[in-house]
């Protein structure tokens, strides 16, 4: 890859800072002073150093974000703030995305990286990667609703019939005529979950996924706030 890439993704800047950065002559290529952004190097096996200090370069990068409502799962939007936005410049220059979307509306686990193959492990409809949402409703979710969803539902919209969904309800409040679920959905078609309650006349209320696969959201983090995957996250996402 292209030395001022390398350097960007290592957070030493955008492009344009890795520019002067090199002019300055402090950066070394196998002990050599580069100069020109241009340069390819392997990170595998060239030895590029700053100021003498060796580069720690990183392929990829995997973060867990509990993502709040109010911004929007892309990289870039004219209108909103994206979840990019939330990132440390260290974090954004190594130009992870999310995987997958959440609406603008819902909270909850969001998984940002820049490693394709992974992100389309994970997304692909042939895995069929579990995903676990917790929701409030207006109207009373019953077992009858249960064992609709268990045979999947057709989204009126669109006379799509979803996949298999395992829902749970946590709790139903008769005098306000509300509900509090947890659904398991294997797919994540556009507002699937808000969909799937339509198809049985209910409305949602508040979304947050919880879990992605065998990755559960950390609540230790506060909406907004992030981290990156611990190697055993990885390895089980990975597997999943
Ligand atoms: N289903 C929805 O309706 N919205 C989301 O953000 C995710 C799943």
Redesign the pocket.
Known sequence: MRLDKLLAHSGLGTRKEVKKLLKKKIVEVNELVVTDPKVHVDPEVDQVTVSGETLDYQEFIYLMMNKPQGVISATEDNMHETVIDLLEMQDSLQEPHPVG???ID?EGLLILTNDGKLTHRLLSPKHHVDKL?FAEIDGIVTEEDQRAFEQGVTLDDDEYHTLPAKLEIVSVNEADQTSVIKLVIQEGKF?????MMQAVGKE?TY?K?LQMGPLKLDEQLELGAYRELTSEELEMLRNA
């Open positions: 979307r959440l609406d819902t949402y507002h699937q979950v808000k969909r949602v979304l996924r």
